[in-house]
C-alpha cells in the first residue's frame, strides 16, 4: 500500500522559505504514469493546487504561486519536495503531497498533511 | 474566488437524496474530467468519483457523479448521518495550464 508522509517546519517566520518533503513507501516514485503534488488548505478554506511533478523531472505549477515555488524530485531518498519563497501569513496553511494519477488525472494517494504556520 | 463555483452548503436528512453541484467554463469542466474528493474534519481528502462519473473501490454506490457541458454534478443516495463531510470538485484547466479546484461544499445531515 502506498503511503505518503509530509515533514518540515511547522513555523516559518514571514519572508523566509518554507520547505516539505514527501517521503513515499509503498510504491516507486519513478513508476510512469503518475505525478507527485503538493496541495495546500490555509484553516477553514478550501483547497489549492500548488504544483506537480514527474520522476523525470517536469513541472507544472500553480500559475498564481508560479514565481516563488520549485518542487523537486530525489529518487535516490525516494521522496519530492516543496520551496516557497517570501512567505507571508497567507501561506499558513495544512500542506498536503499527493499522487497525481495521469490516465484519467485524479490525486489518488494523500499524506496526512501538516500544518505550517507564517509567523515571526 | 474559485475557479470552479460550488454552493458553499448543502443540507438533506437521512434517506434523503442530495446534489452539490460544480460549475466551470470550456476551458476546464468543458474539455477535461471531473473528480470528486470528500474530506472529514481534520483528515485528508479523499477520492470519491473520478472521470466524471467512475467510483474508487470501496466507495458505495449511494455516490454517483455526471457531467453536461461546463458543469458537473455529485449526488448523494440514501443520505446518512456519516456522509457530513466537506466535498470538494476538481478539474484541470487548459488555460491556466493547471489543476482547480471547487470552493466546497460543506454537506450537513440534519
Known amino acids: 500500500q502506498l503511503q505518503l508522509q509530509e515533514s518540515g517546519p511547522g513555523v516559518v517566520k514571514p519572508s523566509e522559505t518554507l520547505s516539505l518533503t514527501c517521503a513515499v513507501s509503498g510504491g516507486s516514485i519513478s513508476s510512469s504514469g503518475y505525478y507527485w503534488a503538493w496541495i495546500r488548505q490555509p484553516p477553514g478554506k478550501g483547497l489549492e493546487w500548488i504544483g506537480s511533478?514527474?520522476?523525470?523531472?517536469?513541472?507544472y505549477y500553480n500559475p498564481s504561486l508560479k514565481s516563488r515555488v520549485t518542487i523537486s524530485v530525489d529518487m535516490s531518498r525516494i521522496q519530492f519536495s516543496l520551496r516557497l519563497t517570501a512567505v507571508t501569513a497567507a501561506d499558513t496553511a495544512v500542506y498536503y503531497c499527493a499522487r497525481y494519477r495521469t490516465h484519467n488525472g485524479r490525486f489518488d494517494y494523500w499524506g496526512q498533511g501538516t500544518l505550517v504556520t507564517v509567523s515571526s | 474566488q474559485s475557479v470552479l463555483t460550488q454552493p458553499p452548503s448543502a443540507s438533506g436528512t437521512p434517506g434523503q437524496r442530495v446534489t452539490i453541484s460544480c460549475s466551470g467554463s470550456s476551458s476546464n469542466i468543458g474539455s477535461n474530467t471531473v473528480n470528486w474528493y470528500q474530506q472529514f474534519p481534520g483528515t485528508a481528502p479523499k477520492l470519491l468519483i473520478f472521470?466524471?462519473?467512475q467510483r474508487p473501490s470501496g466507495v458505495p454506490d449511494r455516490f454517483s457523479g455526471s457531467k453536461s457541458g461546463t458543469s458537473a454534478s455529485l449526488a448523494i443516495s440514501r443520505l446518512q448521518s456519516e456522509d457530513e463531510a466537506d466535498y470538494y470538485c476538481a478539474a484541470w484547466d487548459d488555460r491556466l495550464n493547471g489543476l482547480v479546484f471547487g470552493g466546497g461544499t460543506k454537506l450537513t445531515v440534519l
Open positions: 511533478i514527474y520522476y523525470s523531472g517536469s513541472t
Open positions: 472521470t466524471n462519473n
